[in-house]
């Protein structure tokens, strides 16, 4: 865990929105797409530095204006246009640099983001470049058949495969697709053979093998010996054994790797193509035509801005990447006289995760009361104490007044549960704790917290009620601690004047943030400002365009929420592309069996007895039914009535 931050900014003057980016880290994690402009708002350039800006917060409005509620994801299809130019030119410019003979061709994997206008967008752009799909299940095969319709362009066939899906993937080499079935399991060679002779014709094939460079981070389990797909060496050499028994070796044509979702450490990817470049040139030794080289996902995502090989980070950059995977492979290929491969990537994480911002709005703050309650007379002992620690604690002697505060507590605590303080003397003691504590973190200022002082900055930290749940809409922050940049998109001219973690709408412990990115490691809280009702304070949440949405789960019955897709026109401004709405009560019921319309009777028939009973006016039992209907009609979240600062 990182330190713990600095007191709170309270009083400082002169702020500037140049403070607040280096605060949150926007100058490091957020370029060349985000930035704060002159009025404290979070400004986007969905084109980076080819094009104009848009300020967020008014984007927001303008979306609200169109009945659009938050949360709600923002989804700039120019960012996700320009990341995927960006990785061509960072190909392109390493193949020109090692004169490399051969080129680059990359696919997107549909696992990294199956909504339909996201894929279609991805084939439409990357049409210019051949860019293809990956897929991974027969549902994904589908997709990938339907969208894409260059033929030219990749279709690489991952995952478990059955005799359906194989026979699928060869039928649609007729259509004119160009599929890559990649063998993965031994048992998917001889049901290749099978298939083929039944239809009389054979796809294009792969091998996915599994590499004994082990990968880094959490994602580290992707590659070595307990990998979950890919052959070792001796089933690779089984596997070419079987299609040349098959007749089917001239179709072998890929080699294929994958070492995490998440490579943050370059020397771990420059290990791994060395063996992969060795394989390669070994299977054309064994009489495989091959032509292909793919090396997967992994291209990593610099969450934190922090350029490290730590988890949320990357110790390279985009062009770093490419110039390796040219380079190692050229190497190994012109050191054995082999032609050099077509190189493909399927960089799902580093395309998608930019284009898509989710904000949400903060609906109430909880802190601890520290009130100074008025003295009485004949207080116990131990709240005469907390009053007297109180009018002296000094900037000399905070350690000092900590630690008595702590035992006072304990013993009030301690007092009643022995039946020796009652409730209201209880609640006293605890005023006043917390009110020795604000006064100690007070004379602390803006100076480094002793070690043992830090627990007084958590425990006056506020907690942040947030309009979303953590499950739907960021679910890797609580199922494997990922980082995603968040951080409030307006008032960054303003200095923060609180410290808080964030808690979401479900019925449950984990539902909270409270982890953010502070420069290669995390902190517990973050900087923020104090609520300034009934004006709104928007949080957006950054860099989770890849993965959160198909992986958010229904807890507590909380839905997709609304999503919109956002170009710059090219006279300025922008068009709202395409509108996703989010789920409605009703939805969320229907998906789990439920019948809506059977609820509104069920309830309709015991309004109907309790208005015979005596227990319900007929005015009440309208209004119940009316609320009831017209909730299965709204969203699944709180629509709180706020106006824009």
Not at 94 to 114: D, E, L, S
Not at 452 to 464: G, K, N, V
Request: with cysteine; glycine share 8%.
């Amino acid at each position: 865990m990182g330190p713990t931050p600095r007191q709170p900014l309270t009083g400082q003057t002169n702020w500037t929105a140049t403070q607040s980016s280096r605060l949150y880290g926007l100058d490091a994690w957020g370029q060349p797409y985000f930035s704060i402009g002159e009025q404290g708002h979070v400004m986007v350039r969905p084109q980076g530095e080819r094009g104009g800006c848009l300020d967020l917060p008014f984007l927001v409005r303008d979306l609200q204006a169109r009945n659009l509620s938050l949360p709600l994801l923002i989804r700039f299809d120019d960012i996700l246009e320009d990341r995927l130019a960006k990785l061509h030119d960072a190909f392109a410019c390493a193949i020109t640099q090692y004169t490399y003979q051969g080129c680059y061709q990359g696919v997107f994997p549909v696992k990294c983001h199956q909504q339909r206008h996201v894929l279609e967008h991805v084939v439409r752009v990357g049409r210019r470049w051949n860019f293809g799909l990956e897929a991974g299940s027969k549902a994904e095969l589908l997709i990938a058949l339907a969208l894409l319709d260059d033929p030219d362009a990749l279709l690489i066939c991952n995952g478990y495969k059955d005799t359906r899906y194989l026979e699928t993937a060869i039928l649609a080499r007729r259509l004119g697709r160009r599929p890559l079935v990649v063998i993965e399991q031994p048992n998917e060679a001889h049901g290749l053979v099978a298939c083929s002779r039944r239809l009389g014709m054979a796809p294009l094939m792969g091998v996915r093998a599994k590499l004994s460079a082990q990968g880094s981070g959490r994602w580290g389990s992707s590659s070595g010996d307990g990998a979950k797909f890919g052959l070792s060496v001796p089933d690779l050499l089984a596997t070419v054994n079987t299609l040349r028994d098959g007749g089917l070796l001239e179709e072998l044509r890929l080699l294929h790797m994958h070492i995490g979702s998440q490579i943050s450490d370059i020397a771990v990817l420059k290990e791994a193509l060395q063996e992969m470049g060795q394989l390669y040139v070994e299977l054309v030794a064994l009489g495989a035509p091959m032509g292909y080289l793919d090396v997967g996902g992994g291209l990593g995502v610099d969450y934190d801005g922090s350029c490290t090989a730590t988890a949320a980070s990357t110790n390279y950059s985009l062009q770093n990447y490419a110039n390796d995977v040219v380079a190692t492979i050229q190497e190994c290929c012109q050191t054995q006289g082999v032609p050099m491969p077509t190189l493909v990537s399927e960089s799902g994480r580093a395309i998608a995760s930019h284009f898509s911002v989710l904000v949400f709005d903060v609906l109430s703050t909880g802190r601890v009361n520290g009130v100074v309650p008025p003295r009485q007379e004949g207080e116990p002992l131990l709240v005469r104490n907390l009053r007297e620690l109180l009018t002296i604690i000094t900037p000399h002697n905070l350690q000092e007044a900590w630690h008595d505060a702590v035992k006072f507590k304990d013993d009030a605590l301690s007092a009643f549960r022995l039946g020796y303080l009652s409730l209201i003397d209880r609640a006293k003691a605890e005023q006043l704790y917390w009110a020795c504590c604000r006064t100690i973190a007070h004379h602390l200022g803006h100076q480094p917290i002793p070690a043992d002082l830090q627990p007084i900055t958590a425990a006056l930290a506020a907690t942040y009620y947030a309009n979303l749940s953590i499950f739907r809409s960021a679910p890797d922050t609580w199922a494997i601690d990922q980082l995603f940049p968040l951080m409030p998109i307006h008032r960054l001219h303003e200095p923060p004047q609180a410290l808080g973690a964030f808690a979401d709408l479900t019925c449950d412990s984990d539902g909270k943030l409270n982890r953010f990115i502070d420069s290669g490691t995390h902190k517990p809280l973050l900087e923020l400002h104090h609520l300034q009702p009934p004006d709104p304070y928007w949080m957006g949440l950054f860099l989770a365009g890849a993965y959160q949405e198909i992986m958010g789960n229904l807890h507590n019955l909380f839905g997709r929420t609304n999503a919109v897709h956002i170009r710059l026109e090219p006279r300025g401004g922008y068009q709202v592309e395409q509108v996703a709405r989010g789920n409605t009560t009703a939805d969320v019921l229907t998906a789990l069996d439920h019948d809506p319309q059977s609820l509104v009777e069920r309830l309709r028939r015991d309004s109907e007895a309790a208005i015979v009973a005596g227990n319900l006016t007929i005015p009440d039992a309208h209004r119940l039914i009316a609320h009831v209907e017209e909730s299965l009609r709204q969203s699944t979240y709180l629509e709180p009535d706020i106006r824009f600062s």
